[in-house]
């Protein structure tokens, strides 16, 4: 049984920074995509972050390229996103997710495991 298991959020003031954290349990770490969304009430879930698993690509969307940072260590089953320079604007619940064998990190197509979510929010 996968389970994603996602640590770190909580509040800060506008420019903080947090790091998350997702640990994977039971899923096949090597060679696949792992990532971050975001979820406003109301809207859609946003893929924001990803990175292979056993390579070197990652992919960010254009709200949080040059701010936040996605990162892995494969010895932990864990990946990890930095967020530095936070925003108002980034409050949100933030999800860890995993592809399983057929789904790709591009454009944010995969999500086949979830974890519960973990909520920021960012004063102004």
């Known amino acids: 049984q996968v389970q994603l298991v996602e640590s770190g959020g909580g509040s800060v003031q506008a420019g903080g920074s947090l790091r998350l954290s997702c640990v994977a349990s039971?899923?096949?770490?090597?060679?696949?995509?792992m990532g971050w969304f975001r979820q406003v009430p109301g809207q859609e879930r946003d893929g924001i972050a990803a990175?292979?698993?056993?390579?070197?690509?990652?992919y960010y969307a254009d709200s949080v390229k040059g701010r936040f940072t996605i990162s892995r260590d494969n010895a932990k089953n864990t990946i990890y996103l930095q967020m530095n320079n936070l925003k108002p604007e980034d409050t949100a619940m933030y999800y860890c997710?995993?592809?399983?064998?057929?789904?790709?990190?591009?454009?944010?197509?995969?999500?086949?495991?979830w974890g519960q979510g973990t909520q920021v929010t960012v004063y102004p």
């Open positions: 997710a995993a592809s399983s064998d057929s789904e790709y990190c591009g454009a944010f197509k995969f999500g086949r495991y």
């Open positions: 039971g899923y096949k770490f090597s060679g696949r995509c």
């Open positions: 990175t292979y698993t056993d390579g070197h690509s990652t």
